[in-house]
């Protein structure tokens, strides 16, 4: 199959959309050359920066017909836009009582990595799980991007598209053909029975890094791919940690409250997994500081395939009687 | 007053009005002002939740704006936005249910008073949010620019929120886009206690629309005729592809911010009186009387006629069931 | 003992402090009336409507010397702030190498119960919880408030004071003495050796009532108030799980990825705690949606001492063969 | 050019000038060039990470303003913060050392070319965000009336961020509160590569200015006597207690919007060379050389002394640790 990177997917499956639907455009602080070219400045418009005022218009908008799609860039530029997301684009639906659909897709740049420092490197996708009337996803290669954009154009809600720029320029097979992956379905990328990592986007990558390294000990790792983080598919989770006992959970953002922590808390309020749990779940992710800058600092702070592997090691060993894992 | 920093005041068109059409105008500012008068008994009498803004002694604002509209023009309000739906055409019956916390309400009871929205005709929301809507609306005015049929959006919005952040944003955005649109300032001269005079740099908040390169009129908004003609102007203007204007109407607010036991009201007393003197519905009255429009009957069958419709909404939500408990989780995305 | 209600605290616990440093002053788009009969329009002033504006002027003036306090009032105007809050204010310290103190107060009020619906209702504290950078509390009576806003002040920090809109007039005592409560210590509200229940604010009251109906049956439940959000007290939370090995968890805000999330993870990823733990966690929160205005809708929507009574009775049925609880 | 919508301009001062002050400002902007050539090239060379913004082109800007500046006032800067660190007074050894990534620098390596800062020397640091320094700034401001002690505050910003919320919201308060403030629009006629033309309804930035009632000046950007001067006048203003000015320095950048490897340039390469010749620094030679104030000696000294410094910043960065993994952990919370 015909391979993409990630950041090219995205761009083909918003082109292949608006080719078929005249009412999507597209906002933005810095027109994308490959979608200005084809679609002019109309439909792709250069705007001054002002990601609150792009947000509340593409709400106006999409109230009005169109189905717009509006590119933060950085999500750290997405806090500018922060009441309208929060407290319009979330409510508006539900306070309106439904009457109208807001069909709106939202882009925004996460992670860390390019020792950009702590403003430019940021993972805060569950501040946007924690709002309600918000869907949203984060997918680890080019071929779950595209199905799931192409999904979320066509969606009547506001959702956002959070994608990792560490897998920008990372390559993966991605069908000619058209094709869309529906929220709310996780991916298991490895299948595995002795431990179940759920993972994240670059962190996907690194899991299976760390499987590949573990599996010569016999060790064998499951790998779930939420990939869409609102809505979550939460028995796919349970599903794979009743079978394998044991859970870590490996994010490139901060534990506190985080995507760690609602997974670790689905796991292990669901009765049925819990009986099954072999060991207590482990995050592995970002030290809770601001992202630095220098490339020593900055490589300590975020997680790897290393961590990954520490925990996995230490969730093999802590062992509760009752359950044969 | 009437003064201008622009081009937008013109001589008096009032005279240019059908007296129906005058009538018609009595008659809405007639219905804002009962409508408000009632809810705030009802919210005072706990049949209406949360919080209410009344809209008495501005109404010449969102009636003579509206007036200047047509059914394919879209606004938007503000947390005190009953007036504004009004004036837009909304439907009693569903207002009042909405207030009422009824499932016929526009919102399904989910709303509420600052939440009333109806985008059948255009009134795309109360907003709960200082400025909120600002840019929301201009999205509508961008909507209607692509649309190419002609449609104007307007934004209504108080003194307070013309120093947030997004009126600059979008009153920038429409003057370079060239959007359709009508940024209408209620300069009530408050901000809930705060006095506008101690938060803003100039008395005019007209005087903002040169940054932009549109123009930018103070009207008197006590004057439902200079009101609807500076919107009328700017509403040809935006038709035109000539792009936004800014309307800066000074008025007043006659109850406090917000209809609330035991909060006083922080304003000066006399000030209050002498803008109550200054009420934009007994002045059109004597206006139209003056020039032969109105008599007493005449008067009092649009008091009747508003009044019945006022009490058959009041009916109507009375005698509609609130939701079931499960309804909340309904509503919530989109199918 | 003298009593005073939740919201005469807070103020008390601000004019003590503005009596004892002339550095502080208050920026709010309404002048509190005692505040500014007290201290005059200079150090109480009543700003615009630009929350952006005005957290960020209160960044700049701490790093000039002052100790600035914010009072975004309800905490959803304090989402037009947001990139003051997120990008700078919990940054600023740690971007540019603790260089300087930001000492700053931000005032917010949560929660619901009022029929003002969605907009005017919300209890996003997870999100700010996320942000490395910034600390936060939330008490639950006027005592806790008024000892943790003058830790607070006195904080070379950025800190959020979250404050209970159902709680404003409820009454509480209050010693006359200067005190000051630290961040980071929960307190016990009520001990008890069948269940823990560890509650934010409103729902301590509710906890606390449904712990009086449970205590005739002979359930025994102790209550943890962690008041402060940001440092949080893990140790308390999990010494007391290990000690009833079972664990509720309620709040006023929604489950996902919210402050309910965040204890059941550090409650079972502890693996003493863990191996003590005889039941699933359970989260007693609001119903994932925006908050309905009518008072119907509203007051499903929230959870309440009935729920906490349910949840309780389930976690006690739920049970381990291997953990004697 | 210079042009001016209001009192700030004033008759050339540069003869006022002493020769000396003339060659300080040779000096610091000479300083800035060579230091963003040396930060372009180790950029590219992989000695420092992440991202450069250049600020070649409109040295005269920063070097102008805060030459009119004394030492307890206080300037913040934007993402292109590497002149403004400098014109203030910055060292150098830390600037590269922060730069390289050093413990010694400035921000101990945790903040990188965006977020240089040295509250010691009054600069309260660059900003990656666009707009989010002018708040920041502006209380600054705040704090210097409430100080009482004749200081003023300086926000520099681009054009592109001049459509932003925050210059809206702050320029009004500044004005009300008549805060002695400079805001400082840096207008290189790009905000990356958006032309400003696109998203500006008008020109010049500064015709804002009168919808606060202060005044707004537009100055020839690559003039520093035109910066100065009109920097001197307004700080006068500022400390005389009559509140903020607004300056607009029409100016251009000469290298792309960042130091990136295979990021081309979307502007007119024609225009970029017509503004090569308007070289700041060689503006400022060819006068001090005419009014007899420099000769090809001078000239050298200068050039040498700038390179000496620059070497020695370089050597100490080269020579200074890295910081050790953990101390990633600290610097979270203030003691
Ligand atoms: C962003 C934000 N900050 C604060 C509030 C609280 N608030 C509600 S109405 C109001 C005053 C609004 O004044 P103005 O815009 O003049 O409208 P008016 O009430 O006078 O009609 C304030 C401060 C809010 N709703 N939104
Ligand atoms: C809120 C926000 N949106 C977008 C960006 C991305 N960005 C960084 S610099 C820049 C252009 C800024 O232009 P201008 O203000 O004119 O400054 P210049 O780069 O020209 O000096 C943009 C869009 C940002 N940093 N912050
Ligand atoms: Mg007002
Ligand atoms: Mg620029």
Sequence with gaps: MRELTY???????????????????????????????????ERVRATPITEAALTGMAIGAAGC???????????????????????????IHYMFGGQQRFPILFRASVGGGGQVAA???????????????????????????KGMIKTAIRDNNPVISFESGRLNTRKGP?????????????????????????????????ALAAAETLAPEGV???????????????????????????????????????????????????????AQLAAPPRRVCALPVPIPYSPVLESHVFPNRDRIIAAIREVLHGSRPDVAA | MPRSTTALATPRLSANLPPETQREMLRRMLTIR??????????????????????????????????????????????????????????????????YGRRTGYCKGKGGSMHIADF???????????????????????????????????SFFGDGAANAGPFHECLNIAATWKLPMLYICENNMYAANTAAAATHALPDVAARAAGYGIPGAVVDGNDIFAVYQAAARAVERARAGDGPSLIECKTYRWRAHTERRGQP????????????????????????????????AGREAIEREVMAALDAAIAFAEASPFPLPDEATEDVFAA
């Design chain 1, 7 to 41: 950041n090219e997917a995205a761009i083909e499956a918003i082109a292949e959309e608006m080719r078929r639907d005249p009412r999507i455009f597209y906002l933005s602080t810095d027109a994308l050359p490959p979608l200005l070219r084809e679609f002019g400045p």
């Design chain 1, 65 to 91: 017909g169109f189905r717009p799609i509006v590119d933060w860039r950085q999500v750290t530029f997405s806090f500018v836009a922060m009441d309208q997301i929060v407290n319009q684009a979330a409510k």
């Design chain 1, 119 to 145: 403003q430019h490197s940021q993972s805060p996708y569950s501040m946007f799980m924690n709002v309600a009337g918000l869907k949203m996803f984060l997918p680890s290669t080019p071929h779950d991007l």
């Design chain 1, 174 to 206: 991605v069908p000619e053909a058209d094709y869309a992956i529906p929220l709310g379905e996780a991916d298991i990328k490895r299948e595995g029975s002795d431990v179940t990592v759920v993972a994240l986007a670059w962190l996907v990558h690194e």
């Design chain 1, 220 to 274: 064998s790792v499951e790998i779930v791919d939420p990939r869409s983080l609102v809505p979550l598919d939460a028995e796919t989770i349970r599903c794979s940690v009743r079978k394998t006992g044991r859970l870590v959970i490996a994010d490139e953002a901060g534990p506190t409250a985080g995507f760690s922590a609602e997974i670790a808390a689905l796991a292990t309020e669901d009765a049925a997994t819990f």
């Design chain 2, 34 to 99: 009962r409508f408000e008068e009632r809810a705030s008994a009802d919210y005072l009498a706990g049949k209406i939740y949360g919080v209410v803004h009344s809209y008495i002694g501005e109404e010449a604002v969102a009636v003579g704006v509206c007036s200047a509209l047509g059914e394919g023009d879209r606004i938007i309000s503000t947390h005190r936005g009953h007036g504004h739906c009004i004036a837009k055409g909304a439907d009693l019956n569903r207002m009042m249910a909405e207030l």
């Design chain 2, 120 to 154: 059948g005709i255009g009134m795309l929301g109360a907003n709960g949010i200082v400025a909120g809507g600002i840019a929301i609306v201009t999205g509508a005015g961008l909507a209607a620019q692509m649309e190419r049929k002609g449609a104007v959006a307007v």
């Design chain 2, 265 to 296: 009201d922080r304003r000066d007393l006399a000030e209050l009186e002498a803008w109550r003197g200054k009420d934009p519905i007994a002045r059109l009255d004597q206006q139209l009387r003056a020039a032969g429009g109105l008599d007493d």
